[in-house]
């Protein structure tokens, strides 16, 4: 959706809400994950965005706040069978959580399994939309053509997605879009071509830089995954909150 006013012109609590602080290298600690969460809140931020195991400690501190607690399922791979990922997502939703990410299993999109993608996919929305909890699907669009991710849109589409997703952040494979990954703004502007209003769009991966983000924004994206070193810059504010240790990707 286009905002009502240019990015630039927008103060850090309206920035904010475009965020996802995303909490999620598997060697955080607690204590970590607590700090990040209580920035994300400090923020305002949408979402903190945490693995499974971090909902209890993050879930209690955003209670009551402006920010809601999205959690990943079968995150980074999605390459679980589908009766893993509904469990997964059943266990998360018993738990309260605001919103799930889950990644689609972009093999099967390689392999043209389209109608598995499809069902996969459906039976983890079904349940999150039962619960009135809205559901991301990530793509892992390094990974897959443009033919693959506009199938994968189709799929993800009528499984009734809320939002479809970039990237995790992790892929280490071999890009398909030359040296380009991530929230690029042509594979952001394709993904929103392939939305066609239907889903909102959330970019995520390599959006390192300010200038980066607020274009995203005016070009109509209605949530983004930065990681939690980058937020601060993103909003434009000074913070010695994130003393985590050192990430290898700005987004997850």
Request: contains cysteine.
């Amino acid at each position: 959706m286009h905002p009502s006013k240019p990015a630039a012109a927008m103060s850090p609590r309206e920035l904010a809400a475009y965020i996802d602080h995303s909490i999620l290298k598997p060697e955080f600690t607690t204590e970590d994950v607590e700090r990040e969460t209580r920035a994300a809140v400090e923020y305002g931020c949408k979402t903190v965005c945490i693995n499974p195991a971090s909902v209890s400690v993050a879930a209690p501190l955003c209670e009551g706040t402006d920010t809601g607690v999205c959690v990943v399922v079968d995150f980074p791979f999605g390459a679980s069978s589908t009766e893993s990922k509904v469990a997964q997502t059943q266990i998360v939703l018993d738990q309260g959580v605001d919103e799930v990410d889950i990644v689609a299993n972009y093999g099967w999109v390689r392999s043209g399994l389209m109608e598995d993608v499809e069902d996969d996919l459906r039976a983890v929305i079904e349940a999150c939309h039962a619960r009135a909890v809205a559901v991301k699907v990530i793509f892992e669009t390094d990974a897959l053509t443009h033919d693959q991710i506009a199938a994968l849109a189709t799929a993800a589409l009528n499984a009734g997605a809320d939002f479809l997703k970039t990237s995790t952040g992790f892929y280490t494979g071999i890009l398909q879009h030359g040296e380009r990954s991530g929230a690029f703004d042509e594979m952001v502007a394709f993904m929103m071509q392939c939305a066609d209003g239907r889903a909102k769009v959330k970019g995520s991966g390599a959006i390192r830089d300010r200038a980066h983000f607020l274009r995203l924004i005016d070009m109509g994206v209605d949530r983004m995954g930065i990681g939690f070193r980058s937020t601060p810059l993103m909003l434009d504010i000074d913070s010695g909150s994130s003393t985590a240790p050192t990430a290898t990707s700005d987004s997850y």
